[in-house]
């Protein structure tokens, strides 16, 4: 498939990027650049998917804390994280139609990588990183009004923290605390197979004690198969 021209990407976010390197560099996977490292224009999307990451969620913040007034630092923390996540991220990035615009080895191409939803939320990120860089927190604040705050709508109750389904990570962290007051925490136990298709082993503890293991195509997906496993094992004993 031909990546399509990012200009068009601009005109629907209703921004122009000053440095288009950046852009380019936000629809980089990795399997692309693994391609054609011997081309030092050519960078992956990582770097900036770990920026986006924090200024998207400062952002969902920010507009939350504002539109529910009523609600705990808990309340707001489970909103947020239910709306913050790979399912939402991937269902913006369709809204975009990001995946014509991703840069992708032809490994990743072949199977599917354009509609894989991890590869689609992480560059929904780097795009809000580059953003930033390029046009400042005031862009960013734009961009996610515009195109991402909208969701909530979709949620009619006056109460749309009965409406939504929070991920594992936030579920596991919830239960610890109220059961020990506990915090989880995540650690990578290894990484396999080559850069372009890395398979990630994460197990995830408290205190110094393994609760479970997980594994996925990116750290996020291993930490959140970690956590559901923990979540479920901890649970049902309770």
Known sequence: MTTKDPSKLEQLLGYEFSDKRLLRE??????????????????????????????????????????????SEGELSRLRSAL???????????????????FLG???????????????ADAVEAILGALYIDGGWQRVLDVVEKQIIPVLDV????????????????????WLQAQYKKTPVYRLDREEGPEHDKVFYVSVMMDDMVLARGRGKT????????????????????
Do not use: C
């Open 26 to 71: 936000a629809l980089t996977h990795r399997s692309f650049a693994y391609e054609h490292i011997d081309e030092p224009d050519v960078s992956d999307n990582e770097r900036l998917e770990f920026l986006g990451d924090a200024v998207l969620g400062l952002a969902m913040s920010h507009f939350l804390w504002h539109r529910f007034p009523d609600y």
């Open 84 to 102: 913050v996540n790979e399912k939402m991220l991937s269902h913006i990035a369709d809204r975009w139609n990001l995946s014509a615009y991703l």
């Open 106 to 120: 032809k490994g990743e191409e072949q199977t599917g990588g354009r509609r894989k939803p991890s590869i689609l």
């Open 155 to 174: 949620f009619q109750s006056e109460d749309p923290l009965k409406n939504l389904h929070w991920d594992y990570k936030t579920r596991l962290q919830e």
């Open 219 to 238: 750290k996020k997906e291993a930490q959140q198969n970690a956590a559901q496993a923990a979540y479920q094992k901890l649970a049902k004993k309770k």
